[in-house]
């Protein structure tokens, strides 16, 4: 059974950093290209950052970029996020999601482009 599991999320104050997990079972990661996102209370669910199956195409929305950096790791059959200087209006409930890719495609923050989704992992940015 395919399978994703978010892990890493918690409290942390602003400026402070987080690296969430993205973990599979159940099928290898390294030919999906897989994406994170979030949604926050009474939002609409964001495309936060996307990485290509073969990690050579990378993705982030503005609000975030030069603050986290996805990275895959095939070996441990996990994509990471990593969160720094970490602002209040980053709270909310952090996916990751999978769609199988050949090698050469790029990435897309897209939700609807997805096939698998984890159950999310919650992330509170306050003082």
């Known amino acids: 059974q395919l399978q994703l599991v978010e892990s890493g999320g918690g409290l942390v104050q602003p400026g402070g950093s987080l690296r969430l997990s993205c973990a599979a079972s159940g099928f290898t990661l390294d030919v999906y290209n897989i994406g994170w996102f979030r949604q926050a209370p009474g939002k609409e669910r964001e495309g936060v950052s996307c990485i290509s199956s073969g990690g050579g195409s990378t993705e982030y929305t503005d609000s975030v970029k030069d603050r986290f950096t996805i990275s895959r790791d095939n070996a441990k059959n996990t994509v990471y996020l990593q969160m720094n200087s970490l602002k209040p209006e980053d709270t909310a409930v952090y996916f990751c999601?999978?769609?199988?890719?050949?090698?050469?495609?790029?990435?897309?923050?897209?939700?609807?482009?997805?096939?698998?989704w984890g159950q999310g992992t919650q992330v509170t940015v306050s003082s």
């Open positions: 999601a999978a769609r199988e890719a050949p090698i050469a495609t790029l990435c897309t923050k897209w939700g609807p482009y997805y096939d698998y």
